[in-house]
């Protein structure tokens, strides 16, 4: 984060979650939101409702994967911190580059946390001027109160016209 790493892309599982809430894992979350470097998560692969210390930090944004359909992927983990702050992506049959370039097709919550890592970058990259904050919040669209359990679809074009939104209102003094 001090070198300005701007978005963590993280894909991993607790092997065992412990009582204290794995105290080390939430002060270096909260070290990445201090630096604001976002935090995008896979919820993880074991189709349970819930949660984890990652995907409960504020500052994190899980990734649940779905189908070609829009639904969730039954492997994803759900919640409702999940889908408070998190979104969804394609995470089923998705095609990408392995080694020496052969291409390998995968899936899961840890193939489509990269759109939404993309997605991030590619806004970041077109806003310069934007700060994290502003980022998460025109991806996830923090403005929309959520009740449910599966957070609602990623959707670039709406996050992009939320950023040109913002950067007219920053140049107009509001």
Avoid at 21 to 44: C, I, K, M, N, S
Avoid at 132 to 158: C, E, F, G, N, Y
Wanted: proline share 6%.
């Amino acid at each position: 984060m001090e070198a300005g790493v701007r978005i963590l892309n993280l894909s991993l599982s607790l092997a065992i979650v412990s009582p204290n809430r794995e105290p080390q894992l939430v002060q270096a979350l909260d070290h990445a939101a201090a630096h604001g470097t976002l935090v995008v998560a896979a919820a993880g692969n074991q189709g349970t409702i819930g949660g984890s210390p990652i995907t409960r930090h504020p500052w994190v944004i899980p990734v649940v994967a779905c189908d070609v359909a829009g639904r969730p992927l039954a492997v994803s983990n759900l919640g409702s911190s999940i889908a408070r702050r998190g979104l969804m992506a394609p995470g089923e049959a998705v095609t990408s580059l392995g080694v020496n370039g052969q291409s390998l097709t995968g899936g899961g919550t840890s193939a489509a946390t990269p759109f939404v890592t993309g997605t991030l970058a590619l806004l970041l990259s077109m806003f310069p001027e934007a700060n994290a904050a502003q980022a998460k919040s025109a991806t996830t669209r923090a403005d929309v109160r959520r009740a449910a359990i599966v957070p609602p679809m990623l959707d670039a074009w709406s996050a992009y016209q939320m950023m040109l939104k913002q950067r007219g209102s920053r140049s107009h003094g509001a």
